[in-house]
C-alpha cells in the first residue's frame, strides 16, 4: 500500500463499501421494528362455564385516569359499545334464556344505553361487529332493563360472572363507580339428560355416572333406573350408589342391603375400595336408624 496508491485505495473502498451495507442493513431492521407500548384500553376476556354451557365475553378495557365517564366520555341516552376500541363480544356454546327470550348459541355484541333518569338498557344485537355508529335497534335479540348499582372506584372498565350455578348467572359490567348487569339461564338439565340418553348405550360406567347426576340432583326414580342397567357388570360403586339412592328416596332396608353388597365385594378388592369409610359409616348409621323405625 505505500509503494503504490492504487491498492490502498482499493482497500479503503472496500472497507467504506462494507460500512455502507452495514448501516444500509441496520436502518432496514430499524425500520422493519415495532414498537410495542402499553395499551390505553388493552384487550381483556373472560370465560365461565355454567352447567354445560360456555359463557366468553370480549372487551377492551379503559380506563378512568381522572375523566368524567357518565355524561361526558360516555353520553347519557346514547347507546354505547360498552367497552373501548372494537365492539363488546359474548359468546354463548349452547341456548341461553334471557329475560324469557330465548337467545341461540353463538356470538352477540353486546351495546348499553345509559339512562339519566332510571334503568340503564342492556342490549344483546345480533350484529356482532355493531358499534355507535352503526347500531340498528331492530337486531336487538332482547334488550334488558337494568338498575344501576353504586360500587366503590373501578379504574378499569371490567365484566364478571357471580353467583352462578348448574342452572343461571349473573353478568356485570363495572365501570367508576356504577354497576349494571343481567341475569342469564341455562338449560343444564335438557342438555345434562339429552347427553345422557345420546351415549348410554351398554355401558355400564355411563348409567353409574347418569345415575350419580340423578343422585346429586335427588331424582331418585331416574337414578334408580340407570344404576340397575350399570348393576349388570356388579361392581361394588354401582351398589354403593344404589344405596345411596334408595337411602334418598326413603327405602332404608333396601340401603342397607345394597351397601352391605357393595362392601362384600369392596372387601375382594381393597386397594380398589376407596369409598371403605363412607360405605361403612353409612352401614352404621342407617343399621341403627333402621332398628329405631322397626320398634
Known amino acids: 500500500c505505500f509503494q503504490t496508491l492504487k491498492p490502498c485505495y482499493s482497500i479503503i473502498i472496500a472497507k467504506n463499501s462494507l460500512l455502507t451495507l452495514l448501516a444500509i442493513f ?11 407500548l402499553p395499551q390505553p384500553s388493552p384487550k381483556a376476556s373472560i370465560t365461565q362455564t355454567v352447567g354445560l354451557t360456555d359463557i366468553t365475553i370480549e372487551y377492551s378495557s379503559p380506563g378512568v385516569k381522572g375523566r ?8 347519557m341516552d346514547k347507546v ?7 365492539p363488546t363480544k359474548i359468546t354463548f356454546s349452547k341456548d341461553v334464556m334471557i329475560e324469557d327470550v330465548k337467545v ?3 356470538s352477540y355484541a353486546i351495546l348499553v344505553t345509559p339512562a339519566s333518569n332510571g334503568p340503564w ?9 355493531t358499534l ?3 347500531y340498528k335497534a331492530e337486531n336487538n335479540i332482547v334488550t334488558i332493563k337494568a338498575a344501576i348499582t353504586p360500587i366503590p372506584h373501578r379504574e378499569r372498565l371490567t ?4 353467583d352462578f350455578d348448574d342452572n343461571k348467572t349473573n353478568i356485570f359490567l363495572e365501570w367508576e363507580k356504577v354497576r349494571v348487569g343481567f341475569t342469564v339461564l341455562v338449560d343444564t338439565k335438557n342438555q345434562a339428560e339429552e347427553s345422557i340418553k345420546a351415549t348410554l348405550g351398554s355401558q355400564h360406567r355411563n348409567y353409574r355416572n347418569a345415575a350419580r347426576y340423578y343422585l346429586d340432583n335427588k331424582q331418585y326414580d331416574e337414578g334408580l333406573k340407570n344404576i340397575n342397567q350399570a348393576l349388570k357388570s356388579d361392581e361394588w360403586f354401582s351398589h354403593w350408589v344404589k344405596a345411596q339412592l334408595q337411602y334418598g328416596k326413603g327405602m332404608k332396608n333396601e340401603a342397607i342391603v345394597s351397601a352391605q353388597k357393595a362392601k362384600t365385594l369392596g372387601d375382594k378388592n381393597p386397594d380398589n375400595f376407596f ?5 361403612e359409616k353409612a352401614l352404621k348409621e342407617w343399621k341403627g336408624k333402621s332398628s329405631a323405625v322397626d320398634k
Open 121 to 129: 338498557s342492556i342490549h344483546i344485537n345480533k350484529d356482532v361487529n
Open 26 to 36: 441496520g436502518f432496514a431492521a430499524a425500520s422493519q421494528a415495532q414498537l410495542t
Open 159 to 162: 365484566y364478571f360472572l357471580a
Open 68 to 75: 368524567k365517564i357518565w355524561g361526558d366520555l360516555v353520553k
Open 132 to 134: 355507535e355508529d352503526n
Open 80 to 86: 354505547w359499545r360498552a367497552g373501548a376500541n372494537a
Open 104 to 106: 341461540t348459541k353463538g
Open 275 to 279: 369409598f371403605k369409610d363412607d360405605v
